[in-house]
């Protein structure tokens, strides 16, 4: 039987935000969407099974780190990363541009040969080029591939930006190329251009002459303030082609996600909400609370009486001030998933209030509380 072909519908608009649905053979993914992130081919402290009832279609994956441990020879001697870690979900992974910036020794950028860096974990070396990054990730078997770019560091410098952005869609050119044709799969392009508006333009027309399925914002969640995040995509957010899906990497708090679906938003990743479970930071309607806080030791309310997802609202602040002054593994398991579960019910209202035309006002209620 065929497979199902890669597909975007936009179902309903209230200004720039936009409530639409990305069809895979693997299932459907409601847009506004949040990815819980699997870094190493896991969503820290959860199993697969609870990741999907708190309503989470996709997950992203890390090309960078499974590269490296364990080895995508692994991977594709295990059936593929589904397989391997027992997720029928679609999965996203990011081409590895982002980790190789902050994380490994970097030795070298190379227009040719791409990335060449040294482990992170035990100094090997490793080339990184456009064709290597898309080769690894179709090994994966993963439904949403990103092109290879070069995510530089935050600064004012306009030549070192543009050249870099130069960089980057040349690569995706290549990126493009490797790919070649996988109807039910999806290649994505990155804009890039830091906080120059006529750079984030020029990157993005690049990209659509190239004419990916899809279009990323890059570089941002790097040191910017909100306020110049938002001006990013207030520039280029008129020119983003409506029929493709809007992606925003690495991003970000419920305000970021709320600011972000306003300027024409579709999709999200973020380590927040798991990264924040495992230190006792919880997101709730009511705003964020630190579980760690000696206040809660006697407070025998839940994080939020109303959510019966995953019984969450059966455990007490008081039992979870314990389990984290305890250092129990239990603690970051609960935190976590009352935090992807949060999100997720964030994403779920936004979708409700622009089908009801009400965007606009639910973001103003809630874009400083949370």
């Known amino acids: 039987m065929a497979l199902k072909d890669f597909a975007f519908k936009l179902l309903n608009k209230d200004n720039y935000a936009r409530e639409g649905i990305i069809e895979t053979h693997r299932g459907n993914i409601r847009t506004p969407a949040f990815m819980p992130v699997g870094t190493q081919a896991t969503v820290k402290a959860c199993t697969i099974n609870d990741i999907k009832k708190t309503g989470s279609d996709i997950i992203l994956a890390n090309t960078y780190h499974l590269m490296i441990r364990p080895g995508v020879e692994r991977i594709e001697q295990a059936g593929g990363l589904h397989k391997f870690m027992n997720c029928d979900l679609p999965i996203l992974t990011d081409s590895g541009g982002f980790q190789v910036m902050s994380l490994a020794k970097l030795n070298k950028i190379d227009k ?8 992170h974990v035990d100094g090997k070396k490793f080339y990184l080029s456009p064709e290597e990054s898309i080769k690894i990730q179709l090994g994966l078997n993963s439904d949403i591939v990103m092109i290879m770019d070069e995510c530089p560091k935050k600064t004012d410098d306009y030549e070192f930006i543009k050249k870099s952005m130069e960089l980057s869609l040349h690569w995706a050119d290549r990126s493009k190329k490797a790919f070649g044709k996988n109807p039910h799969k999806a290649l994505f392009g990155i804009v890039q251009g830091g906080l120059f508006k006529d750079l984030r333009l020029l990157s993005l027309k690049g990209l659509i002459n190239l004419d990916f ?20 995509l207030d520039d280029i957010k008129e020119n983003l082609p409506e029929n493709k899906p809007h992606y925003l990497m690495g991003v970000g708090t419920p305000s970021d996600i709320l600011g972000a679906v306003k300027r024409g938003i579709d999709m999200f990743d973020c380590v927040m909400p798991t990264r924040s479970g495992r230190t006792g930071l919880a997101f709730t309607w009511n705003g964020r609370i630190n579980i760690k806080n000696n206040k809660y030791q006697n407070d025998n309310s839940p994080l939020d009486e109303k959510c019966e997802n995953l019984n969450l609202n059966k455990y007490s602040k008081n039992y979870l001030n314990h ?12 935190l976590t998933l009352n935090n992807i579960n949060f999100y997720q019910e964030l994403m779920c209202e936004i979708r409700k209030n622009i089908q009801k035309g009400t965007f606009n006002h639910f973001h103003d209620k809630y874009i400083d509380k949370l």
């Open 323 to 334: 389990l984290f002054n305890t250092n129990e593994i239990l603690g970051s398991m609960i």
């Open 213 to 232: 399925d899809g279009y990323a914002i890059g570089g941002l969640a790097v040191g910017e303030t909100q306020d110049e995040m938002f001006k990013v």
């Open 112 to 119: 040719e040969k791409g990335a060449i860096f040294n482990s």
